[in-house]
């Protein structure tokens, strides 16, 4: 009760999403290897949990849908940035 999940999404994560994905594909926030390939596929395992008190605008993670970018995020790491806008009291 003290914290809020704001389930931040992304378009990108949906467009890399394996087909035998459970659970909204939008909400991942790491690019494990498939699982036909012995991984996990990709999951939400990053959070940012305000303080349930703050009035959260928007929030995203940022997961590149293509081209360098996403090149660019699969070398910096398999996990995506994850932001959230609040408006404090």
């Not at 992304?10 to 498939?34: C, E, I, K, M, N």
């Amino acid at each position: 009760a003290r914290f809020q999940d704001p389930q931040p999404e992304s378009t990108g994560a949906l467009v890399t999403a394996d087909p035998a994905h459970s659970g909204d594909p939008r909400q991942d926030t790491v690019d494990w290897r498939p699982e036909a390939e012995g991984g996990a596929g990709n999951l939400r395992v990053d959070y940012v949990v305000p303080s349930a008190g703050l009035n959260v605008v928007r929030s995203g993670v940022h997961w590149p849908e293509g081209g360098e970018a996403l090149n660019q995020a699969r070398k910096a790491s398999r996990h995506r940035l994850v932001w959230v806008d609040i408006e404090t009291p």
